[in-house]
C-alpha cells in the first residue's frame, strides 16, 4: 500500500521541486495554505505531512498546532520546511510536535532520508496502535478498543440525536465445548465465530469486538432497531452456516449463539436536545450513559438464552427504565438449524469452512485450518 504524503507551501515552486524528489515515494497531495491543509487533512489523514513554517494566513506553526490538539491526527508526523537556521526555531517546532526539520532551499538526497526515515517509523508506529487495539486470538477489536469506541460513539449520536444498537454475543454451552474437544479446538472455534461476525456486518462503521471469555459485543452508529435485528438475523444464521459440531449442546447439534440486542432510535427520548452543553451535567441525563445500552444487551441476551439459546432478544434502550421485557425476535429458520451459504441471508460464505448439510465432526475446525 502506498504512502499518503501531503506537500504544504505558499510557493508552488517549491511544491513542485518537493515533488519532483517524491516522485514513486507514495501517493501525494499538494496545499498552498494552512487553511486547506487542515480541511485535506480532516476530509482524508495522510502518512505525513511536510509543512512550510512561514505561510500567509494560518502559519505552519499554527497547522501544527491545530493537528497535535486533535485526537484523530495528532499521530500524523509532521517534517517542517524552513529557511530558518537558529536553534530556537527548531526547539519550538519539536515542543509543538513537528517530527523532523527540512532546510530551505532543500536538499533532494537529505528530503528523501528524511521522509523515508518517518515513513519507516510512521509504519511501526500504526503496526503497534493497530496491535494495541485488536484481540489476539479472533483478530477483532479488543475490550479496550470497544470501551473507547462505544463512548465515542455515544456522545457523537447524543450530539446529532441518531439511532444506534448494540449487540451482546454470547457462545452457547461453550464450557461444554471446551470440555469435550479440548481448549485449542474452543480457540479456533472463538475464531470462526468472530470471523463470521464480521461477515456479518458490512458498514464500516460497524465495529465487531471480543467483550471477554466467549463473549463478544458488536457496535452498530446510526443503526434502527430493525436494522439491529437485520445484522442479529445475518450472525445467528452465519454461525449456524459454520456448522461446527457440538455434541455437549443441549440445544442444537452444532454450535450456536445468544444475541442481545439493544437499540436507540433517531431522536429517542434519551437523547438531550442539540443545544445542551454535553459537559453539564443535567440531573435528567445523568441516567443517560454509554452503560445503559450495554445493560439493555445484557438484559435482552439474558432474555434469549432463557427463552431457549440460538435466538435473539431485543430491548429498546426507552422501555428500559418502564421494566418492559425483552421482546423475543423470530427466526427467520427453527433456532439452530443448519442452513445453507446462500440461504444464509448474510453477504456470503464465511471463509475455508465447510457450510451446510450434516454437522461434521469438531476435529474438522483443524483441517479447516489447514486449508487457509
Ligand atoms: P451458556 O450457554 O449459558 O452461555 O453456557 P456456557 O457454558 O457458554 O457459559 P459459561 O459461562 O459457563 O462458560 C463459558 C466458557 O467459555 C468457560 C470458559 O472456559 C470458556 N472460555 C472463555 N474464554 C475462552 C477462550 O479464550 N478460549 C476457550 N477455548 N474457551 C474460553
Ligand atoms: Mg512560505
Ligand atoms: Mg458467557
Ligand atoms: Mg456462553
Known amino acids: 500500500m502506498h504512502d499518503e504524503i501531503l506537500l504544504v507551501d505558499d510557493d508552488p515552486d517549491t511544491i513542485r521541486v518537493l515533488a519532483a524528489i517524491l516522485e514513486g515515494i507514495g501517493n501525494l497531495a499538494f496545499a498552498t495554505s494552512g487553511e486547506d491543509a487542515l480541511r485535506m487533512v480532516r476530509e482524508s489523514i ?3 505531512i511536510l509543512l512550510d513554517a512561514e505561510m500567509p494566513g494560518m502559519s505552519g506553526f499554527l497547522v501544527c498546532e491545530a493537528l497535535k490538539a486533535d485526537r484523530e491526527l495528532a499521530h500524523v508526523p509532521v517534517i517542517f520546511i524552513t529557511s530558518h ?7 519550538s517546532g519539536f515542543d509543538l510536535g513537528a517530527a523532523d526539520f527540512i532546510a530551505k532551499p532543500v536538499n533532494a538526497s537529505l528530503v528523501l532520508a528524511r521522509v523515508k526515515a518517518q515513513l519507516r517509523v510512521k509504519r511501526l508506529a500504526d503496526e503497534s496502535r493497530r496491535l494495541a487495539m ?14 473507547e469506541s462505544l463512548e465515542r460513539e455515544w456522545n457523537s449520536a447524543r450530539r446529532a440525536g441518531d439511532a444506534m444498537a448494540l449487540l451482546m454475543i454470547d457462545v452457547d454451552h461453550f464450557k461444554a465445548f471446551n470440555d469435550l474437544y479440548g481448549h485449542p479446538a474452543g480457540d479456533r472455534c472463538l475464531l470462526l465465530l468472530a470471523q463470521a ?17 466467549e463473549e463478544f459485543a458488536v457496535l ?27 455434541a455437549g449442546s443441549a440445544t442444537a447439534a452444532h454450535v450456536t ?22 459537559h453539564v451535567v443535567d440531573r435528567r441525563f445523568a441516567r443517560c450513559l454509554a452503560k445503559d445500552l450495554v445493560d439493555a444487551a445484557d438484559q435482552a441476551l439474558y432474555a434469549a438464552k432463557n427463552a431457549g439459546r440460538a435466538r ?7 422501555a428500559r427504565g418502564n421494566s418492559t421485557p425483552a421482546r423475543g425476535i423470530a427466526r427467520r429458520r427453527p433456532a439452530g438449524a443448519p442452513v445453507t451459504a446462500e440461504g444464509a441471508g448474510g453477504p456470503g460464505p464465511p471463509p475455508a469452512v465447510r457450510t451446510g448439510g450434516p454437522a461434521r465432526p469438531a476435529t474438522e475446525i483443524d483441517h479447516a485450518q489447514e486449508r487457509e
Open 197 to 213: 461476525m464480521s461477515l456479518a456486518c458490512v458498514r464500516p462503521s460497524d465495529l465487531v469486538a471480543r467483550y471477554g471469555g
Open 220 to 246: 452498530l452508529p446510526k443503526t434502527s432497531p430493525l436494522g439491529a435485528e437485520h445484522v442479529a438475523h445475518a450472525i445467528l444464521d452465519g454461525v449456524d452456516a459454520l456448522a461446527i459440531a457440538h
Open 312 to 318: 435473539a432478544s431485543a430491548q429498546d434502550i426507552d
Open 85 to 91: 537556521r537558529e536553534p530556537g526555531f527548531e526547539v
Open 134 to 147: 485488536t484481540d489476539g486470538l479472533t483478530g477483532v477489536a479488543n475490550r479496550r478498543h470497544f470501551d
Open 46 to 48: 495522510p502518512d505525513l
Open 257 to 278: 449463539v445468544s444475541v442481545g440486542i439493544a437499540s436507540c432510535e433517531a431522536g429517542s427520548s434519551r437523547w438531550m436536545p442539540v443545544s445542551v452543553d454535553l
